[in-house]
């Protein structure tokens, strides 16, 4: 999406707000100016040598009348204000969602992504507030001209005075623009701190460890040190934001001096009324305040300018663009056995010192069974993720079918991919839409899942909506949502499933009745199981032993049994442990 889209699509479906804003603007200028010219002819009445009663009491009811349409254009405004800001914020989340695309994690799980997300957010907050005060300038611009003629009809030069007085606010505004944005920038990760250490103390899933280990004072005090040191970092910000305004007020209270100063000269040299200075040093006075629209106006726009380059290096830097991915990939046909061949794989996460997978080399046949084993830290995660496409990697490294992912488009690749994680989302949406992820749930996907694995969903309607989240919904055990997020692999039925550790909080029987099944049912699936317990490998083509980034060993049970190596001792130090434990389990 280009930017020139962007920016139209900010204000769709705005634009009659703003056609009625500009209306109001007009009518709210031309009520000003006849209260000018009614306030001028009610002083000079009442200061006349013969002053008139029925005149002044005419002219009072005239300037009351103003007034009244002065107060519903005002009300008539806000309404308008707050439906455009409304409509404008619909717009900018949307297409803050759609423009935020992102086809890999590697940049996304980082401190840097989260701070940069929070001054995009911020900078779409200025662009809302951008699009209402456009309005406001344009009913300022009007002001200013319909009040600088009032003054030019009697005092040509005064005008040009005023302006001239006023235009260095204007420089003001632009410096106080780029330092805010700076503020924001530096402040960013102090504000995300808060808000984590907030949502320790407020969330649900929190409050239980919490509560356990007696921890509130520990985080409320970290929380607030947190807090005060963003006050003083605000405080500090603002002190001088306040003096350099307090030094903008006593210049614009020196011009407003020598505005007034010409003006009284004029009333002595008898050049103009006493109604004529009550007017113009009104006039004077709006134009003042509708600089101050302006020059605010134009601190917006910096701000604006500062927003769009932040976003446009936001999008770039973590998003793909739909014009990037057609240029850099093309729709590639991927028939047949999806087999996977990985060269001398080398990866390091940017945040970490270390490799964390290094030299791997492996092939997999199409439909192969792999059980992957080994210690915490080892790599076996990383392997996965950067197997079904997660992380970028180098050019070849990993092959599909023969075919360099590089060069395959993330979402067709990801097309042959699921995976569950240790930490799977457990969705607030009922159990149907959990499993299917869309509107469109096919419901005899769910009953062959249902048929070939009867353990897996639990026994309530499809409809009924899971978690805490909402009013009438159904909290599930850890196992149970465990479950679910394996029948939501099994209905994407892709060719390559990934097991992550996602079987931890599944019953034993669970566990070893879906590897039997996957094995039984998934022939043709090739299947990654990622597992701290190796009871289940013997089920398994092969098993992979990673430590410390490296591939140790690689291949079926009994060879690396006989190999008498990782896996071995591995293997033989938990059957150990459930042996020794096996009399006391029986005498319970
Ligand atoms: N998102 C990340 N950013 C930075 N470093 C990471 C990230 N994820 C993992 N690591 C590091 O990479 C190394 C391998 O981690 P990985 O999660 O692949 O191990 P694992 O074998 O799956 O461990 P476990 O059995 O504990 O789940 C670890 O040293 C870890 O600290």
């Known amino acids: 999406m280009k930017f020139s889209v962007f920016n139209k699509k900010i204000y769709e479906n705005a634009i009659v707000c703003f056609m009625v804003l500009i209306s109001i603007g007009i009518f709210t200028s031309l009520l000003s100016t006849g209260q000018i010219q009614v306030t001028k002819y009610l002083t000079d009445s009442i200061v006349s040598a013969s002053p008139s009663i029925h005149s002044a009491i005419r002219w009072v009811s005239m300037l009351f009348i103003l007034l009244l349409c002065g107060t519903f254009f005002k009300g008539l405004n806000l309404f308008y204000q707050e439906k455009a800001r409304i409509q404008i914020n619909y717009n900018l989340d949307k297409i803050f969602l759609e423009k935020n695309n992102p086809k890999k994690i590697t940049k996304i799980e980082t401190p840097k992504y989260q701070n940069d997300l929070n001054i995009a957010r911020y900078g779409f907050n200025s662009i809302s507030s951008l699009s209402l005060t456009f309005i406001q300038l344009i009913n300022a611009v009007l002001s200013m001209m319909v009040y600088s003629a009032i003054i030019f009809n009697k005092i040509w030069f005064l005008p040009f005075i005023v302006l001239l007085l006023n235009s260095p606010k204007l420089l003001y505004e632009s410096t106080i623009a780029v330092k805010e944005f700076h503020y924001i920038e530096n402040t960013t990760e102090i504000s995300r701190e808060r808000s984590v250490l907030q949502n320790l103390l407020l969330s649900p899933s929190a409050i239980k460890e919490v509560l356990i280990f007696t921890m509130k004072p520990f985080i409320f005090n970290r929380w607030n040190a947190v807090y005060k040191r963003e006050n003083t970092e605000s405080l500090k910000f603002k002190k001088q934001e306040s003096l350099k305004r307090t030094g ?96 001398d794989l080398t990866f390091q996460y940017s945040e970490h010192q270390e490799k964390a997978l290094q030299h791997i080399h492996l092939n997999i046949k199409s439909g192969e069974k792999i059980a992957v084993v080994g210690g915490n830290g080892s790599g076996k995660s ?83 909506l899971l978690g805490y989240e909402y009013t009438g919904s159904r909290q599930l055990s850890g196992g149970q949502w465990q479950k679910i997020a394996l029948a939501r692999a099994l209905y994407k039925n892709s060719d390559v499933l990934i097991l992550d550790e996602a079987t931890s909080a599944l019953d034993p029987e669970s566990e070893y009745g879906l590897i039997d099944n996957l094995i039984q049912h998934e022939s043709d699936k090739t299947i990654f199981f990622v597992t701290h317990r190796l009871n289940l490998c013997p089920l398994f083509d092969r098993i992979i032993v990673m430590k410390d980034g490296h591939i140790l060993e690689n291949g079926p049970h009994h060879q690396l049994l006989q190999l008498k190596g990782n896996y071995y001792k591995m293997y033989n130090s938990q059957q150990i442990k459930e042996e020794k434990y096996e009399p006391v389990r029986a005498t319970v």
């Open 248 to 343: 903008l007020g006593i210049y614009s209270n020196t011009t407003l001096a020598i505005n007034q100063s010409i003006l009284i000269y004029f009333v002595v040299q008898k050049i103009i009324t006493i109604g004529d200075y009550v007017s113009l040093l009104s006039a004077v006075t709006m134009i003042e305040t509708s600089f101050y629209g302006i020059s605010s106006y134009y601190r917006q726009i910096k701000q604006y300018k500062i927003t769009m380059s932040k976003l446009s290096t936001f999008f770039t830097e973590y998003s793909v663009g739909d014009q990037q991915d057609n240029v850099s990939f093309a729709q590639r046909q991927i028939d047949g056995a999806k087999d996977i061949q990985i060269t």
């Open 382 to 464: 990383t392997l996965v993720k950067l197997l079904c496409g997660l992380h970028s990697v180098d050019k070849n490294t990993i092959f599909f079918n023969g075919i360099d992912i590089t060069e395959i488009h993330p979402e067709q690749y990801f097309s042959y991919f699921s995976i569950v994680t240790q930490d799977f989302i457990k969705y607030p949406f009922s159990l149907k839409e959990n499993i299917a992820l869309t509107d469109h749930v096919n419901l005899e996907k769910i009953g062959s899942i249902k048929e070939n694995y009867p353990f897996l969903l639990p026994n309530i309607d499809l409809d009924t």
